[in-house]
């Protein structure tokens, strides 16, 4: 899994201080875009060979509350690329505790026609040779 740091600013909590369920879709967001720009296929590359990949399914289990200030370690790991981007996440407190888990799945839509394909581009399947 690859790791990526981030902070718990004051707009991502609400007025107990503790962060909303909804930005754990931003924490998530940040580290797989991280992780596809450090793959060397980032979503402007996506777009360019005329693929888009929309998410079609995202799945949470919150496991302890993260507060304002806390520093968070976010781990991705791609668990599948036919016919879907399939991520896993877990995202750590400052204390080493894991406070969520997550999944997201993402089509991949060639755009000239707006199809779903069940086959990734060929360039992302050399990319992710040895990683999943």
């Given at each position: 899994m690859k790791s990526y740091k981030s902070k718990?600013?004051?707009?991502?909590?609400?007025?107990?201080?503790?962060?909303?369920?909804g930005n754990y879709v931003k924490f998530i967001e940040q580290a797989r875009c991280a992780f596809l720009s450090e793959l060397g296929y980032d979503y402007e590359d996506m777009k360019n060979d005329g693929y888009a990949y929309?998410?079609?399914?995202?799945?949470?289990k919150f496991i302890a509350p993260l507060?304002?200030?806390d520093e968070i370690e976010i781990k991705v790991k791609?668990?599948?690329?036919?016919?879907?981007?399939?991520?896993?996440?877990?995202?750590?407190?400052?204390?080493?505790?894991k406070v969520c888990v997550?999944?997201?799945?993402?089509?991949c839509v060639k755009m000239s026609n707006l199809q779903t394909?069940?086959?990734?581009?060929?360039?992302?399947?050399?990319?992710?040779?040895?990683?999943?």
């Open positions: 718990v600013e004051f707009y991502d909590v609400d007025s107990m201080n503790v962060v909303w369920h929309p998410v079609a399914k995202m799945d949470f507060f304002f200030k791609l668990i599948e690329v036919e016919s879907f981007l399939k991520f896993k996440y877990e995202i750590y407190n400052q204390n080493g505790q997550a999944t997201t799945s993402q089509a394909q069940f086959s990734a581009p060929n360039k992302l399947k050399e990319l992710v040779k040895g990683i999943i």
